[in-house]
């Protein structure tokens, strides 16, 4: 009996498989076991391959793997787009009345269901069901108790009305059944135990959405953009609850120029975009950092350049985050590893922000973004978020800053290079603020002198923080081990599992989460006989950095494909990197 | 400072202005000084802000909170301030490039959106700062270093673009004429709504056309047309699209919009923060059980 269960419903968009997915999901959640979920959707609204996958198992699961245990097929191409990954014991649920294949013969002596669907969800009040039907029948195909799907079915259908919640329940018991009666003799080699453990279930843009309220920022301005919309709709509806609010913008050269607009009066502020989007907000990037206003721009990375791939994985905007915009301006790059880090690195990013002021890119890429996972609760303690608000002047501690006219030195030359605040409403705090070079009173300068000391200042925030934060990575595998691998972004999850496939290869995995400033690796590098750099994008952007800060050539290995690193594929690669 | 000690020269920086001498902001910006003091802002409670170009430098010259933004972008900027924390007076200062050509978008959004700001555009019909290049309000005869033969195209009408977007409050004021330009640009602020105040600003160094003497003679005062109400929705549609008259004063306001401040529920002041996770936080994370 397998517990481990690689699951996936697949069919064309507009089919219902995201919301029947996140049942799923939520219904394993829901029931004590570990959830790790992946979609694969087209840039399209309706048709077009799109599948929702999930790993469940009662011991942690953080990637995906080349498996396939049970497969609701709602199209003839799910099977086909999935083939590689059907094993001897995989399931295959469909619809014969439906689907184009009215038998199933698939490699590997894989056992086809077919059940009807639609039929069966005409039986319990409507088409639209099937969907549902087909859950039902994966309870019993799994042994999952059926129970556990109602709470979900309520949570997903409440707002619809006690009827649509019954009939939605009595669609995944005729499926149940169906399964039971009609196919008795077919032997069932999973079975999916129920455990008490309380799990949460959310994704990387709900993840980075409530650290932002957590953190304490009250002002969303964005423009809708793939993979970054769902830190916008998470925000909206939720952030007025605590005093904030959210304005769609007419573009994101105006979303970044609102944000900044209201970091200036005092709010905690940020936008969120996808790499064309951070294009479009280069300029005013460059004015939120001479200005020094406190700035979170979170980027969900899709594959580019251009419109690119706009529903695919990709890690391709370090370079533009690292050295995008002209001219020279600090700036902090955070890249959360995992979906609770995004929580995390979210709070850090508007402490760090308001403490340096500067602007702060937080990105996650899109695989981290879409993808929902199980954690324990307290993996988001509110209770441990602390705001730190750097140094924001009130009336009181304006003279310090004031120079013999009483004007005030918003750009005040300071030994650690961060200069007082004072939001308009502060009284004494007067002072303008602009993109063009400018004294420590915010005033335009061409000053030979001035400039030099001003650029030096704001530089000086780097080695500030570099002195008081802790920009450092974790750690996995063997800390003895003569091999490196070195990671960044969501890969993180991937190759913790990849090291279970490693059999007699023992590696040192290094996880960065910190773009800039980041961690001195040349010690690790240099320590070791191997280094191999893991990245989703084409040209190895983060191995050119460990190159430049190490003076080492480390190995690469790229995926750029627009696919997730799979745990199993990934571990083949190391093995040959590592071993050539 | 107390509101009521406030002159309009508290809002004077000790900067002098580059603007040429004669040049129409002077006066764009003194009315605007004076209509802040009168109003009852203080330096303190006030944010400017402003995009590229001559207008651009008007937060240097003013004493209050100000940003110098990018250009275009201005409007944006103030939108925000103005959200995170609805007691700031907020103005936002451009240009008819700044305001009309690069930052076309974000104005007529702007005019939609209905925020409480005051929005003074210094239309000189020129791009001054990069030397006399036609500016999208030029006339299409109107011979530039860019355009020798004239733009050969209809200049935009900032007002009929604000009408057609629901603007609440649309003006036209002239910098010569002080006590008139105070007086709109007061009206302006006192607007609970978002107030366009298309200001003729002359540029005396590369407009010879749309001078002080063509202004002085041709607009006509509506607040001189004793027929005129400007809560007359049909006859400030002819006014704003009269092809041979231009006017000043306000030509339409509708006292009866709803702010946004009101049709979103923004009331609060962003600015203040608890030193820890807001109160009704674990909430959030209940939600993904």
Not at chain 1, 83 to 95: G, N, P, Q, T
Not at chain 2, 62 to 67: D, I
Not at chain 2, 219 to 235: A, F, I, M, P, T
Request: with cysteine; aromatic share 8%.
């Amino acid at each position: 009996m397998h517990d481990d269960l690689n699951w996936a419903i697949g069919g064309e968009a507009g089919d219902g498989i995201a919301s029947t997915g996140k049942i799923f999901a939520q219904a394993l959640s829901r029931a004590g076991r570990h959830v790790f979920t992946s979609k694969d959707f087209a840039s399209r609204i309706r048709g077009g391959y799109t599948a929702y996958k999930i790993r469940t198992s009662v011991d942690e699961v953080q990637s995906v793997v080349d498996r396939l245990d049970v497969l609701i097929a709602l199209t003839e191409r799910t099977v086909d787009e999935n083939l590689d990954e059907l094993h001897e014991e995989s399931v295959i649920i469909f619809d014969g009345d439906r689907t184009e294949f009215s038998d199933f013969e698939a490699p590997d002596d894989t056992v086809g269901l077919d059940i009807p669907l639609k039929s069966l969800a005409e039986d319990a009040g409507g088409a639209i069901m099937r969907n549902i039907v087909a859950l039902g029948a994966v309870c019993a195909v799994t042994d999952f108790p059926i129970e556990n799907l109602d709470e979900s079915l309520e949570k997903r259908f409440g707002n619809k009305g006690e009827s649509i919640v019954e009939n939605n329940k009595q669609a995944a018991r005729l499926g149940y059944e169906y399964v039971n009666d009609e196919y008795a003799d077919v032997e069932n080699p999973y079975e999916l135990e129920t455990t008490d453990n309380d799990y949460v279930l959310l994704n990387g843009d709900e993840a980075i959405g409530m650290g932002a309220i957590a953190a304490g920022c009250r002002f969303y301005a964005g423009y809708p953009i793939t993979p970054a919309t769902d830190v916008m709709e998470y925000l909206t509806g939720r952030i007025e609850q605590f005093g904030g609010h959210v304005v769609q913008a007419e573009d994101e050269l105006s979303a970044i120029n609102m944000a900044l607009g209201a970091a200036r009066a005092g709010a905690r502020a940020m936008t969120a975009t996808s790499g064309p989007g951070i294009d479009l907000m280069s300029e005013t990037f460059g004015l939120v950092a001479t200005s020094e206003t406190p700035l979170v721009i979170t980027n969900v990375m899709r594959s580019g350049p251009s419109t690119g791939m706009p529903t695919k994985q990709e890690q391709g905007d370090l370079n533009m985050m690292l050295y995008g915009g002209h001219g020279e301006v600090p700036r902090f790059v955070l890249a959360p590893t995992s979906v609770a880090e995004c929580f995390h690195k979210t709070v850090e990013a508007f402490n760090l922000a308001e403490k340096y002021q500067l602007p702060v890119y937080l990105t996650a890429d899109l695989s981290m973004a879409v993808t929902e996972r199980t954690y324990e609760p307290d993996e988001f303690d509110m209770d441990e978020v602390e705001i730190d608000r750097g140094k924001l002047v009130d009336e009181n501690e304006i003279s310090a800053w004031q120079n013999e006219k009483d004007q005030f030195k918003a750009h005040a030359v300071t030994a650690d290079g961060i200069s007082p605040r004072a939001v308009p409403g502060t009284e004494g705090g007067v002072h303008m603020s602009t993109g063009l070079e400018h004294d420590e009173l915010g005033r335009r300068t061409e000053d030979t002198d001035v400039r030099v000391e001003q650029v030096d200042k704001r530089n000086r925030k780097v080695e500030t923080a570099e002195e008081r934060e802790n920009f450092d990575y974790r750690e996995f595998g063997d800390a003895d081990a003569d091999s490196l691998v070195i990671s960044w972004g969501s890969n993180e999850g991937t190759i913790v599992e990849a090291l279970d496939y490693l059999d007699d290869l023992d590696v040192r995995v290094l996880s960065v989460p910190y773009i800039f400033p980041r961690p001195d690796l040349t010690d690790d590098v240099q320590a070791a006989d191997d280094v191999v750099v893991i990245e989703a994008n084409a040209t190895g952007q983060f191995a050119n950095v460990v190159e430049h800060d190490t003076l080492e050539r480390v190995d690469r290995i790229n995926k750029y494909d627009g696919v997730d690193f799979k745990a199993d594929e990934l571990a083949d690669e190391i093995k040959q990197t590592l071993e050539a | 400072m107390s509101s009521e000690n406030v002159r309009f020269t508290d809002f004077k920086s000790d900067k002098q202005p580059t603007w040429c001498p004669g040049c129409g902001d002077f006066g764009t910006m003194n009315g605007m000084m004076k209509a802040l003091a009168e109003t009852g802002n203080t330096p303190d409670d006030t944010f400017v802000v402003a995009g590229i170009g001559c207008s651009g430098k008007i937060g240097t010259y003013m004493r209050s909170y100000a940003l110098h933004g990018v250009h275009g972008r201005a409007l944006p900027v103030g939108t925000g301030a103005k959200l995170a924390n609805p007691d700031l007076e907020v103005m936002v200062a451009g240009g008819d490039g700044d305001g009309y050509s690069i930052g076309v978008g974000h104005f007529i959004h702007a005019v939609r959106r209905n925020v409480d700001i005051t929005y003074v555009v210094m239309d000189n019909r020129i791009y001054g700062l990069t030397k006399g290049q036609a500016s999208p309000t030029s006339r299409p005869d109107f011979e530039t270093s860019t355009t020798p033969e004239g733009p050969k195209q209809p200049p935009v009408n900032p007002l009929a673009l604000a009408m057609s977007a629901g603007g609440s409050f649309i003006a036209q004021s002239f910098s010569s004429d002080a006590l008139r330009h105070t007086e709109i640009v007061k009206e302006a602020i006192e607007h609970d709504g978002f107030s366009l105040v298309n200001t003729f600003s002359p540029c005396v160094t590369f407009n010879d056309v749309d001078t002080y003497d063509y202004f002085r003679d041709s607009l006509v005062d509506l607040s001189e047309e004793d027929d005129y109400d400007r809560h007359d929705y049909d006859q400030a549609k002819d006014a704003i699209l009269d092809a041979d008259k231009e006017y000043m004063g306000v030509l339409y306001q509708d006292e009866n919009s709803t702010p946004y401040h009101e049709a979103h529920g923004v009331h609060e002041n962003m600015a203040e923060l608890p030193d820890g996770a807001p109160d009704g936080a674990t909430d959030l994370v209940r939600e993904f059980y």
